[in-house]
């Protein structure tokens, strides 16, 4: 059980275009989910709190209307990283907490991206 | 400033051995913490979460212990298998709403 997918695994697109990203949790209902990103040999760094049906909560640093988020149902939240630039190739990684359970997060597989 | 602090040297460790790995933070207050394992190119999974009132915890061969006075977490891997092998990170909560920040993992290899 609380198993979380990510789509896609990996993506190359070009500087300039937008990319979507979805995270879907399969056996469980999550009001909440987060977003990470992570470097390599860095940790993951949460760039936003994706609450079902309200807006996501962003942390401080992290550009809004650079990635948007969307919460629509109890199980997706996508991420779109709009006019990507090569600096936004990373890891990106989603967690979901299953409702009830606030504590416990668990995380996709993580979408590497990369932008040329 | 806020620090979590992981030993960035990787472990080496002969199988059957116990691995104890060091997560010390500074600035933070932790209602709990957690440690995920990590392997390379993947998603954090979970292994463990310990709150602040409690001193050790233990799953299987996992053990955590939590010092909110040295503001330290110790986690250890008994009888070690080479599949324990991989990168293991230190998470605590950050403030409230559940967001958690990480250390940088620490990675244990475990030679047969």
């Known amino acids: 059980g609380a198993v979380v997918s990510q789509h896609p695994s990996r993506v190359i697109c070009k500087s300039g275009t937008s990319v979507k990203i979805e995270c879907r949790s399969l056996?469980?209902?999550?009001?909440?989910m987060f977003w990470y990103r992570q470097f390599p040999k860095k940790s993951l760094m949460l760039m936003a709190t994706s609450n079902e049906g309200s807006k996501a909560t962003y942390e401080q640093g992290v550009e809004k209307d650079k990635f948007l988020i969307n919460h629509a149902s109890l199980t997706l939240s996508t991420l779109t990283v709009t006019s990507a630039h090569p600096e936004d190739s990373s890891f990106y990684i989603c967690?979901?907490?299953?409702?009830?359970?606030?504590?416990?997060?668990?995380f996709g597989p993580g979408t590497r991206l990369l932008v040329l | 400033s806020q620090k979590i602090e992981q030993n960035s040297e990787a472990l080496n460790i002969q199988e059957g051995k116990t691995a104890t790995l060091t997560c010390n933070y500074t600035n933070y207050s932790p209602a709990y913490l957690q440690w995920y394992r990590q392997d390379p190119g993947r998603g954090p999974v979970f292994l463990l979460l310990?709150?602040?009132?409690?001193k050790e915890k233990r799953k299987e061969r996992l053990k955590v212990t939590f010092d909110t006075t040295l503001k330290q977490s110790l986690f250890h891997i008994t009888a070690s298998q080479p599949a324990d092998s991989a990168t293991y990170l230190c998470a605590l909560d950050s403030g409230g709403n559940n967001r958690l920040a990480f250390g940088k993992g620490n990675q244990v290899v475990v030679i047969p």
């Open positions: 967690s979901a907490s299953p409702s009830g359970t606030q504590e416990t997060q668990y």
């Open positions: 056996d469980f209902q999550a009001t909440t």
């Open positions: 310990i709150r602040e009132n409690e």
